[in-house]
């Protein structure tokens, strides 16, 4: 069975930084792209961040650009987000994806399409 676990969210004063970890277990995504997406109270989840298979290219929300990096380790089947630069903006529950399969790019990722999903993990950024 496959599993997402997020984790790394919590309370911050606007300024300060957050690192987001995401584990995977019951399967292998070395071949797939992943990343983030967050969702705010009242709003559609959106798109934050992503890496592809070896992490050699990222794509990144303009609203996060300079702020936050993407990374994964493929041997420990994980994927995190560096967060810097905090704003109470950026508060929201943050998810991590995994793409649809080896066949998609970071483009079809953006767009949400994903196959699994983690739990989410809560970031408050406070003023």
């Known amino acids: 069975q496959v599993q997402l676990v997020d984790s790394g969210g919590g309370l911050v004063q606007s300024g300060g930084s957050l690192r987001l970890s995401c584990a995977a277990s019951?399967?292998?995504?070395?071949?797939?792209?992943m990343g983030w997406f967050r969702q705010a109270p009242g709003q559609e989840r959106e798109f934050v961040a992503g890496i592809n298979w070896n992490g050699g290219s990222t794509r990144y929300a303009d609203s996060v650009k300079g702020r936050f990096t993407v990374s994964r380790d493929n041997a420990k089947n994980t994927v995190y987000l560096q967060m810097t630069s905090l704003k109470p903006e950026d508060t929201a529950v943050y998810y991590c994806a995994v793409g649809r399969g080896a066949d998609y790019g970071l483009n079809d990722f953006a767009r949400g399409g994903c196959e699994y999903w983690g739990q989410g993990t809560q970031v408050t950024v406070s003023s």
């Open positions: 019951g399967r292998t995504f070395s071949s797939y792209a």
